[in-house]
């Protein structure tokens, strides 16, 4: 009978873990150590940076096992977002490669959330929107990285969790800004090398909490 | 409320005696095995609700063009007689219309292979500007209230329409277009036999064609150069625009050689309106091909009996097959749903 209760409890543990539990997703944006402040920017040496727009997918695998329900899309305007996710779990940057090679899917990762090139199939697993500010001089950056061919790279790891009923997920866009403005490159608007370059760049600035 | 129950009635009679779960695909036992795995599996309604969504215009922006108005299952799902490209708002597109058959043995799409896959191919032309011109917040719009949409969604997914389903369904639909009762499909199966022109037309192209478009699809499915001088109004480098690489300029997919008879013009920018101005490009006498490796020596009536071979291609079954057509009972519910 002991023995019984065991496995039940047991069966018990495991379903629970295996069914997932809704964890809250937190995204603090920031620039250095400062939160990112949308109306007044913030400031970069003589510059001030605005960002208007922030939006990019993670995504989290079990066992190394993910389906399109494990994508959420996190920004600005929407920087808290509950998913249901089986513990324990890998966190990665963008959209999972086999599910970005397999098409269209619902939830975060319908077209209608504008995160989907049409004209180059394959999802945009970031978009970042702003302008630098400097005396008079103002320059526009747009950077929609993702697409298809990055299908072949490898998954961009965030972090791990065993257990936690939230956690937050800190985008520090510093080393993103600074590439950009050390390589002069202000728009990337499709796949290919000065993607890559810059997604590595952004991966350094996320981190969870 | 006698409107909508008629048009309940309606659609329970229509359902109830039209169709069946699985839809059968045909294709002949010398086709090789599809890529697509969806091909074997496709569910009838499905593949009716992707045919209403290919039909209706009122997806694009001017709410004036389909799908179909540049596929037409008339021309083998191309635009006949059209250079390039007709969109919303008579906007010019920069390449011919490729045909849609066999699409279940490809893996890219587009002259450029610009998408990599069937499903999410559909949302290029619904958003480009010289094409459907729609945004997504449109085309949802719409799916969500038109009332045959919302119920063929719930019988088809059991869910509410959205943007997913839909290019799901668009899939589906263009997937059952299955090319493969020409007379050269007959004639491997032995109920119809090649005319000597014809045979000695099959022997011209296994020598100098094959290699890009083999039999049974006529078509690698990859991506060549045809040869043609860039057009300095389109400026179109083909699969260069989607790679960056510099081997890729000028390089488009090498389309199927069936049912050229409903295709014309040819190339990816509808350059030449017969087939006889094709041949001539690949011919030595043609200056501008002199280096190529593309040039076919084929000699005039060589080439007479080429085009008899690739006649042998065309599929009129295909062309008038009524369930590639539009979705007439359609028009009996919209004018139930007008009247309520």
Same mark, same amino acid.
């Given at each position: 009978m002991f023995h019984f209760a065991l496995k039940v409890l047991a069966f018990i543990l495991i379903s629970t873990r295996l069914i997932g539990q809704e964890i809250d997703y937190q995204l603090r944006a920031s620039f250095h150590d400062q939160t990112i402040d949308t109306v007044h920017g913030n400031p970069f040496g003589e510059s001030i940076i605005f960002v208007n727009e922030l939006k990019f997918y993670i995504y989290t695998t079990h066992n190394g096992q993910t389906n399109p329900d494990c994508a959420l899309l996190l920004s600005l305007k929407n920087p808290k977002q509950t998913m249901s996710t089986v513990r324990p779990f890998q966190i990665f940057f963008g959209v999972d490669s086999l599910l970005n090679y397999k098409g269209i899917h619902e939830g975060a990762l319908d077209p209608i959330n504008n995160m989907y090139w049409t004209w180059q199939t394959g999802y945009i697993h970031c978009k970042l929107e702003g302008y630098i500010l400097n005396h008079t001089t103002k320059q526009n950056f747009e950077y929609h990285i993702g697409g298809f061919p990055l299908k072949d790279k490898r998954p961009l790891w965030i972090g791990q969790k065993s257990d936690c009923k939230s956690l937050e997920l800190n985008f520090d866009l510093h080393p993103a800004i600074e590439w950009a403005l050390e390589n002069k490159v202000f728009n990337i608007m499709s796949p290919g090398k000065i993607s890559d370059e810059m997604v590595r760049v952004l991966e350094k600035g996320i981190k969870i909490i | 409320m006698r409107s909508a129950l008629t048009l309940s009635f309606l659609l329970l009679v229509i359902w109830s005696f039209k169709y069946t779960d699985t839809y059968k695909s045909n294709f002949p036992q010398h086709f090789p095995n599809p890529k697509s795995e969806r091909i074997t599996n496709l569910d009838s309604l499905e593949v009716e609700l992707g045919r209403i969504l290919f039909f209706d215009a009122q997806f694009s922006a001017d709410q004036l063009v389909s799908c179909a108005s540049c596929h037409s299952p008339y021309h083998s799902f191309a635009h006949v007689d059209h250079r390039l490209s007709h969109g919303a708002f008579d906007s010019i597109g920069r390449r011919n219309v490729p045909a849609l058959f066999n699409l279940a043995w490809q893996e890219v799409f587009m002259h450029d292979g610009a998408a990599h896959n069937l499903q999410a191919q559909s949302l290029a032309p619904l958003t480009s500007i010289t094409e459907m011109a729609a945004t997504l917040d449109q085309v949802q719009g719409i799916l969500k209230t038109d009332l045959l949409y919302r119920d063929l969604f719930q019988k088809v997914f059991g869910t509410e329409p959205s943007i997913p389903r839909a290019l799901e369904a668009l899939e589906a639909f263009q997937l059952s277009l299955i090319s493969a009762e020409s007379k050269y499909d007959k004639m491997l199966i032995g109920i119809e036999t090649f005319s000597d022109q014809e045979l000695h037309g099959l022997e011209v192209f296994s020598e100098n064609c094959a290699s890009c478009h083999p039999p049974p699809l006529f078509s690698t499915y990859g991506f060549a150069s045809n040869g043609l001088p860039i057009d300095s109004n389109i400026f179109d480098l083909g699969r260069y625009e989607q790679t960056g690489n510099n081997s890729d300029s000028m390089q488009f997919k090498v389309p199927s050689l069936r049912n050229l008879k409903y295709t014309n013009p040819y190339m990816h920018d509808g350059r030449f309106n017969n087939l006889r101005q094709v041949l001539n490009h690949y011919s030595p006498r043609n200056g501008i091909m002199d280096k190529s490796p593309l040039v076919i020596p084929i000699s005039e009536d060589d080439k007479s009996d080429l085009i008899a071979f690739l006649k042998t291609l065309n599929d009129s079954n295909f062309i008038f097959? !009524?369930?590639?057509?539009? !979705?007439?009972w359609t028009l009996t519910i919209n004018t139930i749903q007008n009247e309520n």
């Open positions: - | 097959n !009524p369930s590639h057509q539009f !979705p007439k």
